[in-house]
């Protein structure tokens, strides 16, 4: 079944307004990482976040293992951060799972 | 940062025929994983491979694919015969192998396998 769940699907957003994406995971994950891909693009990773919160920039993220979530926070939206991001956990032998991504869209 | 390079970045081949698909891992790296992304969608893992061996494999990972890494080589993703559902973007990733402090995934610009 679907181990990682993330939520919007998608979500539009103006320019300069926070963003805030859930991952949601059925099995025990012992290590997490969300990535950003544009369209036609590789996948760059963000975060590495098994637990706690981590900070880069604009992005925070707060993984409650316990739980089984982790978000995503954004602050201050720009136009470039349009594109998925996925959540992504590693289970078994060293194995990632990915989420179906959140589609982000910022306009002007 | 770390690098993962893929060659090509583009295949088109006909039906039935045979493709390899290369990737070169981040050089101290030990794990290797195959996914498949059909446009838009999600990642799929297909299989991680780790010390010359298969550890996982999905049920995507079907029996006309295979995985190797010849000492000193690229990591290969081979399939035979090609059919038209293996159409999709390929991506190689690697991991350290220090499981517990840094298990990053770093990820090759995938190719994007057309078969026609």
């Known amino acids: 079944g679907q181990q990682v769940q993330q939520s919007p699907a998608s979500l539009v957003l103006q320019e300069g307004e926070n963003a805030e994406l859930q991952c949601n995971f059925s099995s025990t994950a012992t290590q997490l990482q969300w990535f950003y891909q544009r369209p036609g693009g590789s996948l760059v990773s963000l975060l590495y976040?098994?637990?706690g919160t981590k900070h880069t920039g604009r992005l925070t993220s707060t993984t409650v293992t316990k739980e089984r979530r982790s978000s995503l926070h954004i602050s201050s939206s720009q136009i470039t951060d349009s594109g998925t991001y996925f959540c992504a956990i590693i289970t078994g032998y060293q194995n990632f799972y990915f989420g179906k991504g959140t589609s982000l869209t910022v306009i002007p | 940062g770390p690098k993962v390079l893929q060659i090509p970045s583009h295949q088109i081949i006909d039906m039935g025929q045979m493709v390899t698909l290369n990737c070169d891992p981040v050089?101290?790296?030990?794990?290797f994983y195959w996914y498949k992304q059909i446009l838009g969608q999600q990642m799929e893992f297909l299989v991680n491979?780790?010390?010359?061996?298969?550890?996982?494999k999905s049920k995507l990972f079907k029996d006309q694919f295979s995985v190797e890494r010849p000492d000193g080589s690229y990591f290969t993703l081979k399939i035979q015969p090609t059919a038209l559902e293996d159409s999709a973007v390929y991506f190689c990733?690697?991991?350290?192998?220090?499981?517990?402090?840094?298990?990053?995934?770093?990820f090759g610009h995938g190719t994007k396998l057309s078969v026609l």
């Open positions: 976040n098994p637990s």
């Open positions: 050089s101290n790296h030990l794990y």
């Open positions: 491979f780790y010390n010359g061996k298969v550890m996982e």
């Open positions: 990733a690697s991991s350290p192998r220090d499981r517990g402090s840094n298990e990053r995934l770093f």
